[in-house]
């Protein structure tokens, strides 16, 4: 349980910088019938345009590549 706490509080960090122009991400769709992901969409536009469900409330992270940080999960 330790282990996903450390992972989750991991993904929430955010950059501090200003916004970039532009946000990019990918999304699918997961289909329960064929046990897989179909749908796949490779998605950009102005980071002005964000909607509400593509920003974290308590964060302000978003689902833009650019919003992401690589984390190292170790155990130690």
């Not at 349980?1 to 122009?21: D, E």
């Not at 699918?28 to 509400?52: E, M």
Request: with cysteine; glycine share 4%.
């Amino acid at each position: 349980m330790r282990y996903f706490l450390v992972l989750l509080v991991g993904l929430c960090i955010c950059p501090s910088s200003a916004a970039p122009k532009m946000c990019h991400y990918s999304s699918y769709q997961w289909n329960t019938f064929v046990k897989k992901a179909v749908n796949y969409r490779q998605i950009s536009h102005p980071y002005t345009q964000l909607k509400s469900y593509e920003v974290d409330k308590l964060t302000g992270c978003s689902v833009c590549r650019e919003d992401q940080q690589w984390i190292q999960v170790g155990i130690t």
